[in-house]
């Protein structure tokens, strides 16, 4: 069955301290890999696509990586704006647009 | 362009009580989703859409759900009659090649539902 394991469920750092959440996942036939960022009381919002293990992308503190099991948003020295909920989410083959099946998200606190 | 765009923000009502929640996806978007985020399952598909058509609606979970998509810039998700169970976050998403992103998926605010 195909499935999204993220952890840990909630990470609590102080700000500067740098850290790594984990996404690791089992589907069939991989199409992509996603990563959302979800602010209380509002949608996710899309940060990065992985497609191939090896793959790395990178936006301001934030570093995407994928191998064939896993992917790891690592976050350097953060912020209080990046505390948030983290989402990960893989893409199944088939050629289809849909079927993203989402992890259940990394709570992120990051304190001053 | 202004989003996904979702009505409304929140709703409350009663057992037994049809609701209707809105969505306008991202102009020439041409695939339309829509999810529900709980605590205990987190985000879930319930049912997408391509050029106005339905593609997968498994997930779906009962008859008391319906999803429509009358034109491109419009779809709605009624339930009816919605029980308790029925309170999450309906989240409207679209992706296209709008922007030259293809597969990336849009999220509007959300709806939050309470069904007392």
């Known amino acids: 069955e195909d499935q999204v394991t993220q952890s840990p469920e909630a990470l609590r750092l102080q700000e500067g301290e740098s850290s790594s959440l984990n996404c690791s996942y089992t589907?069939?036939?991989?199409?992509?890999l996603f990563w959302y960022r979800q602010d209380p009381g509002k949608g996710p919002e899309f940060l990065f696509t992985l497609y191939s293990a090896g793959e790395e992308k990178e936006k301001e503190r934030l570093k995407a990586t994928l191998t064939k099991k896993e992917s790891f948003l690592h976050i350097t020295a953060p912020k209080p704006e990046d505390s948030a909920t983290y989402l990960c989410a893989v893409r199944r083959g088939g050629g289809s647009q849909g079927n993203l099946i989402f992890g259940k998200g990394t709570k992120l606190s990051v304190k001053p | 362009d202004a989003g996904v765009i979702q009505s409304p923000r929140h709703e409350v009502t009663e057992m037994g009580q049809e609701v209707t929640l809105r969505c306008k996806p991202i102009s020439g978007h041409d695939y339309l989703f829509w999810y529900r985020q709980t605590m205990m399952r987190g985000l879930e598909l319930l049912i997408y859409f391509n050029n106005n058509v339905p593609i997968d609606d498994s997930g779906m979970p009962e008859d008391r759900f319906s999803a429509k998509m009358p034109n491109a810039s419009f779809s709605t998700l009624k339930i009816q009659p919605s029980e308790p169970r029925d309170s999450a976050v309906y989240f409207c998403?679209?992706?296209?090649?709008?922007?030259?992103?293809?597969?990336?998926?849009?999220f509007g605010a959300g709806t939050r539902l309470s069904v007392l």
């Open positions: 998403a679209s992706s296209g090649i709008a922007g030259g992103t293809l597969s990336i998926q849009y």
């Open positions: 589907v069939s036939g991989l199409r992509g």
